[in-house]
């Protein structure tokens, strides 16, 4: 390496440069986070029907099997537009009932067929998760997916 | 070994081999539950699986590094560990918190964030952990000498314990749990752990093969700045599709194209190293570890990141076997093949019988490698039907997965190799054949030869 790189100026940039690019990202951070709050996620309140529904999400760690906005586990489809997909997304309550009947008649048993497990969960939860994922649904997300089949 | 309370290193590496072990046998269990879809679906479910095959992972690596630096600091420091107790007690806090995470994973308590999903008291158990880490390593470095290796390896362990703390922060707001939970996942796996990863390899490069440590410590300063430079700003190319603003789609494609550059800078390292060097070290193994951990680093983290990194092009990929594909190579030979490189290098000292010729290890070496290839041309073959026929036709996603069965099958078999590979270390390691152990020769060659 060239000699005027010594070991002493190669740390000084490493350290310096750091701070640099440290500073940028926390700026860029706290913009983006405003951004979410009064733009992007703003289509629709985040109520108390929603929170449940991400907690119930998380309980029973749905993202290890499906992926949401395309992160999670890849064995099951995409959520983050399900709501689109299944043609509710404008109508809180066609949403409710028809996951809560799909998650009823889970597992399929379907010889070959991937298996969601049976979850036992109120009428207040199937709410909320609709609530959730029609949250998500309308969070803009520069376009993404593609098309509806996620 | 040079200093006793090196021998923390010894339970620490066992304790992470036990783990290596639990997480690849959780990996075949999930690939054969691609192939049939029916097995264990009712008892063990998919998400249990895979959340013990991605935990088992990363406590395993955390707990090869804490123990890599706990086996280097010694040496670099000349001087003992400031309290083996607290590294003691540290280790069985880590045990009982991975015991227990597990434990209730199979019993049905867990969190939700994908590869955070430990009770509460786990995750405070492990920041404990990382606090009492801190305070020893700090004050064996603080007491003793200082060097590049120990400066770089400590801010990366500072910094990744500080970023824990996201781990704890979890917003109503989707997109917000969602970015700072970058802050955890990306800026451990492709910032500062590659801070860990490069001062240890540095460190393994430096015994190995001799070169003078002002050229290893110029080259680690130097791998170190690109990998933050590109890796910070990097963060923005998992910002593109969750909500954030779209300026990250340009801040993330370009730095994290950028992030090429630490890993080919370490590969080439390694490679020119070993050219330069002059000693001819006897554990051969550990030598085609470092140079195999780096080489697969720099095509699984690096080439297969680049694959999919560009907006462009992750607008389609985004969520799809690819990004499998580019997991599994990245993970094995950035952060797995170092911490076995180190289990290579240290575990003979450890066991005092070095040196001795390691020639299941070497073949361990290449089952591995070559069962984590395989594992990975195949997903990225399937990921590039499944992008076209979904993304772009617009089947649906099942469909999709139906047609891609053949490439599951294979991954199994992949997968297959790698878990034997994986036994075969351990045993390699563990137990050491007769005919494997030889007397050592003459340091130097004889003159005029």
Known sequence: MAEFLTKSRARNIFYGGSIFFVVIFVGMTVHSHKYVVEVSTAGMPLSDAVIRGKHVWEENSCINCHSLHGEGAYFAPEVGNVMTRWGVQDSPEDAFEILKSWIESQPSGIEGRRQMPRYEMTDEDIRGLAEFLRWADQTDTQGWPPNDAG | ?449
């Open chain 2, 1 to 449: 070994m040079k200093y006793q309370s090196q021998k923390v290193a010894y339970w620490y590496f066992l304790a992470a081999m036990a783990l290596f072990g639990i997480q690849v046998l959780g990996g075949l269990l999930a690939g054969w539950v691609y192939v049939s879809p029916n097995f264990l679906a009712e008892v063990l479910p998919f998400n249990i699986i895979r959340m013990i095959h991605t935990n088992a992972l990363i406590v395993w690596l955390l707990l090869g590094f804490f123990g890599a630096a706990y086996f280097l600091i010694p040496e670099e420091s000349e001087r003992e560990i400031w309290s083996p107790k607290l590294a003691y007690l540290q280790l069985i806090i880590l045990v009982v918190g991975t015991l227990g995470a597990v434990g209730s994973y199979l019993v049905g308590i867990h969190g939700g964030r994908e590869f955070l999903e430990q009770p509460l008291w786990v995750k405070f158990g492990i920041l404990v952990a990382a606090l009492i880490f801190l305070l020893n390593v700090s004050m064996t470095v603080l007491a003793g000498k200082k060097t590049a290796i120990t400066n770089v390896l400590l801010m990366g362990m500072w910094l990744l314990s500080l970023l824990w703390i996201f781990a704890f922060i979890n917003p109503d707001n989707l997109s917000l749990d969602k970015m700072y939970w970058w802050f955890v996942v990306h800026l451990w796996v492709e910032a500062t752990w590659e801070l860990v990863m490069a001062s240890i390899l540095a460190f393994l490069l430096l015994k190995l093969t001799g070169v003078d440590r002002e050229v290893v410590e110029k080259w680690l300063y130097v791998i170190v700045a690109t990998a933050l430079f590109s890796g910070i700003l990097g963060t923005g190319h998992h910002f593109y599709w969750i909500g954030l603003p779209g300026y990250w789609q340009w801040i993330g494609s370009i730095f994290s194209t950028f992030e090429v550059i630490p890993f080919f800078l370490m590969m080439s390292f390694a490679f020119v190293m070993v050219w330069k060097g002059r000693k001819n070290h006897p554990n051969k193994a550990a030598l085609l570890w470092s140079l195999g951990s780096s080489t697969v680093a720099f095509f699984g983290a690096g080439v297969w990141g680049f694959l999919h990194t560009l907006h462009g092009v992750n607008y389609y990929s985004h969520g799809t076997q690819i990004t499998a594909a580019h997991g599994h190579l990245a993970f094995y030979g950035a952060y797995v093949a170092l911490n076995l490189a180190v289990f290579t290098y240290a575990m003979p000292m450890l066991r005092e019988r070095a040196p001795y010729n390691q020639v299941l290890n070497m073949a361990s070496f290449w089952l591995m490698t070559g069962g984590m290839a395989f594992m990975t041309f195949v997903l990225t073959f399937a990921g590039t039907i499944q992008t076209h026929m979904q993304r772009v036709v617009g089947d649906y996603y099942m469909d999709v997965q139906d047609s891609l069965s053949i490439f599951y099958l294979m991954r199994w078999g992949a997968g297959l190799a790698v878990v034997i590979g994986a036994i075969l270390f351990i045993y390699s390691i563990m137990v050491v054949r007769k005919s494997e152990v030889i007397t050592p020769g003459s340091a130097n060659p004889v003159p005029g030869e």
